[in-house]
């Protein structure tokens, strides 16, 4: 078996995670800090503070207590093939690379519209990075909304990472900021871990 390197900073963090969890594959011993409530995870921190990482620990911890992935499913084999099985039900992006996609659409580009907004329902859990670094319009306000609140009516999660607070969402955002009010919601406190390597 040939093993790749991550695709992606989010392959990579989930790489990085899956490597501290036992060799038979056990339920994560409440390594991540928070979980989801049914509507979702609302992280919200200053840059740097971990958002993304706790996000990521937090949608693994979600799919061990669910019936997706549990012990009597785990195969044994290697770690590559593990975050494979995680990608199956699990989606990372970033709010401006999600709307940057379905912008392509309006080109004729790959899937349509509907299409994109339909499949990110199939995901058992969405992690959404970086909320509020999108540009803001009405379309993008009218997009994130449909695919969030899509997926609360679908009773799947969502995990969102922000530099902004509800509050500051609300000022822009009321519809969004409501349902962001309805999930777990964490403030995370501290500096940049990346100015302190």
């Given at each position: 078996?040939?093993?790749?390197?991550?695709?992606?900073?989010?392959?990579?963090?989930l790489?990085?995670?899956?490597?501290?969890?036992?060799?038979?594959f056990?339920?994560?011993?409440?390594?991540?800090?928070?979980?989801?409530?049914?509507?979702?995870?609302?992280?919200?921190?200053?840059?740097?503070?971990?958002?993304?990482?706790?996000a990521?620990?937090?949608?693994?911890?979600?799919?061990?207590?669910?019936?997706?992935?549990?012990?009597?499913?785990?195969?044994?084999?290697?770690?590559?093939?593990?975050?494979?099985?995680?990608?199956?039900?699990?989606?990372?992006?970033?709010?401006?690379?999600?709307?940057?996609?379905?912008?392509?659409?309006?080109?004729?580009?790959g899937?349509?519209?509907?299409e994109?907004?339909?499949?990110?329902?199939?995901?058992?859990?969405?992690?959404?990075?970086?909320f509020?670094?999108?540009?803001?319009?009405?379309?993008?306000d009218?997009?994130?909304?449909?695919?969030?609140?899509?997926?609360?009516?679908?009773?799947?999660?969502?995990?969102?990472?922000?530099?902004?607070?509800?509050k500051?969402?609300?000022?822009?955002?009321?519809?969004?900021?409501?349902?962001?009010?309805?999930?777990?919601?964490?403030?995370?406190?501290?500096?940049?871990?990346?100015?302190?390597?």
């Amino acid at each position: 078996m040939t093993t790749t390197k991550p695709s992606t900073k989010y392959d990579a963090i989930l790489a990085e995670f899956l490597t501290k969890l036992p060799k038979r594959f056990q339920i994560v011993k409440k390594e991540a800090q928070y979980l989801p409530n049914d509507s979702g995870l609302f992280l919200s921190g200053p840059v740097g503070v971990g958002k993304t990482f706790a996000a990521i620990q937090s949608a693994v911890e979600y799919m061990c207590e669910t019936e997706q992935t549990t012990p009597d499913n785990w195969t044994g084999e290697p770690r590559a093939l593990k975050i494979h099985e995680y990608r199956q039900h699990m989606r990372f992006i970033t709010t401006t690379q999600l709307l940057l996609d379905i912008r392509k659409t309006f080109q004729g580009e790959g899937p349509s519209e509907s299409e994109i907004v339909s499949n990110l329902s199939r995901y058992r859990i969405l992690v959404l990075d970086d909320f509020g670094t999108e540009k803001q319009s009405d379309w993008a306000d009218s997009m994130l909304y449909l695919i969030i609140n899509n997926r609360i009516n679908d009773c799947k999660p969502t995990i969102i990472t922000s530099n902004l607070s509800i509050k500051e969402i609300a000022k822009v955002n009321p519809r969004l900021a409501s349902r962001f009010a309805g999930m777990e919601c964490v403030a995370m406190q501290g500096g940049d871990r990346r100015l302190k390597k």
